[in-house]
């Protein structure tokens, strides 16, 4: 039997793209690397994220009532989500200029993105320690061909702060 957390379980085995989630206005624009996505509706479109309940993030897509999804490219995206992850939440003026597309539709795409996707929130559900989000697609955007990143390209896990495995966010 496998326990929860073992990296063979069908739980931990289920696949996850990288994205760039990102959320507000310059100056209080904010990003973060997320990996639970997923299409919800054809009609409408919605497409649903979770984020931990406890996230300071989580509150601002919820005081904002929007978010940006940008997809990241398997070649290159580690790299591109290594730099978002370094800036951390709030990066000054002169690193944004180099990290997100000044030609995009909405802020926070960062350059390299494969396309984007623009919510606005439609429902937020509590769903044990993360919150689900159901974002109604206001528009979407596709620069370049290529196939996405996902989790396991990486060699990150997302896990739960305190379990057994190392944090995702680790920088190898």
Not at 11 to 26: D, F, K, N, Q, R
Not at 28 to 33: D, E, G, K, P
């Amino acid at each position: 039997m496998t326990r929860r957390g073992d990296r063979s379980s069908p739980v931990e085995g289920i696949p996850y793209a990288l994205w760039v989630c990102s959320t507000g206005h310059e100056p209080q624009l904010t990003a973060i690397v997320i990996t639970w996505v997923t299409q919800l509706s054809f009609t409408p479109p919605l497409i649903g994220i979770s984020l931990e309940s406890d996230s300071e993030f989580l509150g601002q897509v919820r005081s904002t009532g929007s978010f940006t999804l940008a997809m990241l490219p398997r070649e290159g995206g580690k790299d591109i989500a290594k730099r978002i992850m370094k800036a951390g939440a709030s990066p000054v003026p002169a690193e944004r200029a180099q990290l997100y597309r000044a030609d995009a539709p909405w802020q926070g795409v960062p350059r390299g993105a494969l396309g984007a996707i623009r919510c606005s929130v439609h429902s937020m559900t509590p769903a044990g320690d993360h919150t689900l989000i159901a974002g109604l697609v206001v528009g979407e955007e596709r620069w370049v061909d290529g196939l996405p990143l996902h989790l396991s390209d990486t060699g990150w896990r997302y896990t739960k702060p305190g379990a057994d495995a190392p944090p995702s966010r680790s920088q190898d």
